[in-house]
């Protein structure tokens, strides 16, 4: 499969397009035909140039671990493991798992993975998770919420937007 991989901290130039090995997922896990994904402030600035030195404890001290980048994602499931029950082939899908940024990822069943709701596309609902997972974790350790005021800001981005949507609806 075509994947966009880079072997080396940098600028967005180290990225390339790579034919790389299709991933084959466990018993536990799902095949997702990726039709959109997106490059994330964490994919470009923490995992591909690792500006912030101490994050190469996690990815890699010389060079990046995990050649293919990207971490949100929106497709079809196009196999399953034996061991899945909640997703069947041709299941629209979408979730966070790294190596995003390519024509295949596979997935745990008891990962980041969820069925696509109906009325969004592949692209918007690829751009959810990531903001969405984030802001979920800030909220949580200072909930209960109900009867506060709660400052978010930049609401436009990609934390704010989700953040806001969950003040309103979930806590
Ligand atoms: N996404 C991640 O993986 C991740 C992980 C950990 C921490 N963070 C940090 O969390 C923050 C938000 O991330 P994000 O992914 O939501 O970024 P984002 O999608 O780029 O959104 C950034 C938001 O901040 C606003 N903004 C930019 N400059 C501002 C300024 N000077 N004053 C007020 N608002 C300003 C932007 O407004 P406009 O739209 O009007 O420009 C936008 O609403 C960043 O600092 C990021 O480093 C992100």
């Known amino acids: 499969m075509r994947a966009v991989v880079h072997d080396r901290y940098g600028p967005p130039e180290v990225l390339r397009v ?6 084959v997922p466990k ?15 964490g994919d470009a600035m923490g995992v ?13 001290i010389r060079r990046p671990r995990r050649t293919i980048g990207g971490t949100e994602l929106a497709g ?11 997703f069947r082939v041709g299941d629209d899908v979408f979730g966070a798992e790294r190596g995003a ?4 990822v596979a997935v745990r069943e008891s990962g980041v993975i969820a069925p696509k709701p109906t009325g969004l596309t592949y692209e918007e ?8 997972l984030i802001a979920l974790s800030c909220l949580r350790p200072v909930s209960p919420l109900r009867g506060k005021s709660v ?7 990609s934390i704010g937007t989700a953040a806001v949507q969950l003040l309103a609806h979930h806590f």
């Not at 790579?18 to 991933?23: W, Y």
């Not at 018993?27 to 402030?41: E, F, I, Q």
């Not at 609902?125 to 969405?132: C, I, L, M, Q, S």
């Not at 400052?151 to 981005?157: K, P, S, T």
């Open 18 to 23: 790579a034919d790389v090995e299709r991933p």
């Open 27 to 41: 018993d536990d896990g799902v095949l997702v035909r990726v039709h959109a994904s997106t490059v994330t402030r």
């Open 48 to 60: 591909r140039s690792a500006e912030y030195r101490f994050t190469r404890l996690f990815t890699g």
């Open 76 to 86: 079809r499931v196009e196999e399953v493991g034996a061991a899945v029950t909640e």
């Open 101 to 104: 940024n390519a024509e295949y």
């Open 125 to 132: 609902a690829a751009a959810v998770p990531d903001g969405a």
């Open 151 to 157: 400052l978010v800001y930049g609401a436009a981005g």
